[in-house]
């Protein structure tokens, strides 16, 4: 079936320590996002991607990372210098603006 | 520059009420607008959207959706609550000048009560 795969679904890790988040989509979308979810606080935009090769900064995307070498693949990196990175990250991909979301990845610095 | 805001960060019906999540955006170029369902520790789905044609959307699970430009509203209803509606709900927006940026609101949670 066609959808978008994150792993790992849960991830612990001690502060200090960079994590990287994998998403992979089959849908043959052009575009890729990252998106930080908190408490009440809706989906923020990390980084998004349009094409291979190019990618942009969203709205926090201070301490985070990413790549876009395959159209399939946009990982996401959390950096030691992310303060707060505990939260539910969720990959998404578009064609025509709506958005098809991943099952996310909760990551807990500990 | 674009926006949204719901109004109730937390909704409870009674099984079989109506239910009426309210959502406002604000955008200075044409409206894609959405509303986006998630279930506890799962990603989003997409309930519905209104790009520009019929302002009253239908989506799935019975959900429906108005556009009102004049009110800049976006409400999403359903006639009759069941218990599986319980969940979290986005509304978001983003441009339709070829933009791919979407902007979330706050959520809603909706509480179904037997």
């Known amino acids: 079936d066609g959808g978008i795969t994150q792993s790992p679904k849960y991830l612990f890790r001690k502060e200090g320590q960079n994590v990287t988040l994998s998403c992979e989509q089959n849908?043959?979308?052009?575009?890729m996002y990252w998106y930080r979810q908190d408490p009440g606080q809706g989906l923020r935009l990390i980084y998004y991607?349009?094409?291979?090769?190019?990618?942009q900064k969203g709205d926090i995307a201070e301490g985070y990372s990413v790549s876009r070498e395959k159209k399939e693949s946009f990982p996401l990196t959390v950096t030691s210098a992310q303060k707060n990175p505990t939260a539910f990250y969720l990959c998404a991909s578009s064609m025509t603006g709506e958005l098809f979301f991943g099952e996310g990845s909760r990551l807990t610095v500990l | 520059a674009q926006s949204v805001t719901q109004l109730g960060s937390h909704v409870s019906v009674s099984e079989g009420a109506l239910v009426l999540l309210r959502c406002n955006y604000s955008?200075?170029?044409?409206?894609?607008l959405f509303w986006y369902v998630q279930y506890p520790n799962q990603g989003l789905q997409l309930l519905l959207k209104y790009t520009s044609a019929a302002t009253l959307v239908k989506g799935i699970n019975g959900f429906e959706a108005e556009f009102k430009k004049s009110e800049t509203s976006f409400h999403l209803t359903k006639p009759s609550a069941h218990m599986s509606d319980a969940a979290e709900y986005f509304c978001a927006v983003s441009a339709n000048t070829g933009g791919f940026k979407t902007i979330f609101g706050a959520g809603t949670r909706l509480f179904v009560k037997a």
């Open positions: 991607s349009q094409i291979v090769n190019d990618f």
């Open positions: 849908l043959n979308h052009d575009a």
């Open positions: 955008s200075s170029v044409p409206p894609y």
